[in-house]
């Protein structure tokens, strides 16, 4: 009797669907909770969207307790709110509650760039240049996703460096509430170019020892996104069309 071979490849995927089929309540939410995110800064969901839970039970496959569940989570992280006789919708902000908030994030980050040991020792400097070549190779192919993970991962690891972790998760929680609030500059290649050059300024700064620059940098950092959704905050409150300027944003 012949042996039958067993294929490496096929057993990799026979494993892997294996373990999807195993996923926990808690890690399914939390993959749900990331591709809504996903979408939410990508601009496939948009501010004032309905999120209904029919929809969403379709498209997850999952029963309503879950889809409940999920846009509990999704309110919690600052992504979605609730409203009266509409249910639930991409969580939209007011020019007023924009610049309190933006105001807040350049108060915390400028401040972590203040405790970051200067000039960076090189192990740390590559891991963060490590991470900028993937943001570069994002923002060249047009990968809006890619773009926003790489985002996420360098300034994650850049405010890691200030070795505060109570100022870290007060950054990284309102950076998550601007979600909805960075999709317009996200998916415009004057910004994504913008801030790939800061990105870079940030480096330099950090190799050099230049404190000044870097908590400028940090700081100015922020204000592209924030002015691109007042904008057209402006516009609509004026009753005209944000889509029907020219600006470079």
Not at 130 to 158: C, E, P, R, W, Y
Not at 198 to 222: N, Y
Request: hydrophobic share 40%; charged share 25%.
């Amino acid at each position: 009797m012949a042996i039958r071979k067993t294929d490496p490849v096929a057993k990799a995927k026979a494993k892997a669907q294996a373990e999807a089929l195993i996923e926990s309540p808690d890690d399914q939410m939390a993959r749900l909770a990331g591709e809504l995110e996903s979408d939410i800064v990508c601009g496939r969901l948009h501010p004032r969207e309905r999120l209904t839970e029919d929809d969403l039970m379709k498209r997850f496959s999952v029963k309503r307790h879950s889809v409940r569940e999920l846009l509990a989570k999704l309110e919690q992280m600052g992504l979605v709110e609730r409203r009266k006789n509409v249910g639930a919708v991409v969580r939209d902000y007011s020019i007023r509650q924009v610049q309190e908030l933006y105001a807040m994030r350049s108060l915390l980050e400028m401040q972590a760039a203040k405790l970051i040991p200067l000039p960076l020792p090189e192990l740390q400097l590559q891991t963060l240049i490590a991470i900028q070549d993937k943001h570069d190779l994002a923002v060249q192919a047009h990968d809006t996703q890619g773009v926003f993970s790489a985002n996420m991962a360098f300034h994650t690891a850049l405010f890691a460096l200030a070795d505060n972790e109570v100022l870290q998760q007060a950054i990284a929680e309102y950076a998550r509430q601007s979600h909805p609030i960075r999709f317009s500059s996200l998916t415009s290649a004057d910004c994504r170019e913008q801030s790939r050059t800061e990105h870079w300024r940030i480096i330099e700064a950090l190799k050099s020892g230049d404190r000044e620059s870097l908590v400028q940098t940090c700081g100015a950092h922020l204000l592209p996104s924030r002015d691109v959704y007042l904008k057209a905050q402006q516009l609509r409150v004026a009753g005209l069309n944000p889509n029907s300027t020219s600006s470079a944003h």
